[in-house]
Nanobody
């Protein structure tokens, strides 16, 4: 079974760049037709898809976030990383990484989530 685990800082100050890494085990981030997403949930809000990196290395982002968002991967480590620049308190959320195995926007595996708080 595939397992995903987020890691990174839990506390950020405004204007900093957030970097979160998802480590994948039990499955390959290069597996055919798989898509690897970052999704977040602000307090009291619903889930917000941020972007994905595909099995081939192509990245796509939510238009509301694309100016500040990048996703990259380290295939030897079976990891992918979210970078979100110029963070503000509105970026406070629980951040999840998740797998879409078939590219149909259905996520069959999720990390446990990691709380990120942006505060001065």
């Amino acid at each position: 079974q595939v397992q995903l685990q987020e890691s990174g800082p839990g506390l950020m100050k405004p204007s900093q760049t957030l970097s979160l890494t998802c480590t994948v085990s039990g499955g390959s981030i290069t597996a055919h037709s798989s898509y690897w997403s970052w999704i977040r949930q602000p307090p009291g809000k619903g889930l917000e898809w941020m972007g994905f990196i595909s099995y081939s290395g192509s990245s796509y982002y939510n238009p509301s976030l694309k100016s500040r968002t990048s996703i990259s991967r380290d295939t030897p480590k079976n990891q992918f990383t979210l970078r979100l620049t110029s963070v503000t308190p509105e970026d406070t959320a629980v951040y999840y990484c998740a797998r879409d195995r078939l590219g149909n926007w259905a996520y069959d595996s999720w990390g446990q989530g990691t709380q990120v708080t942006v505060s001065s």
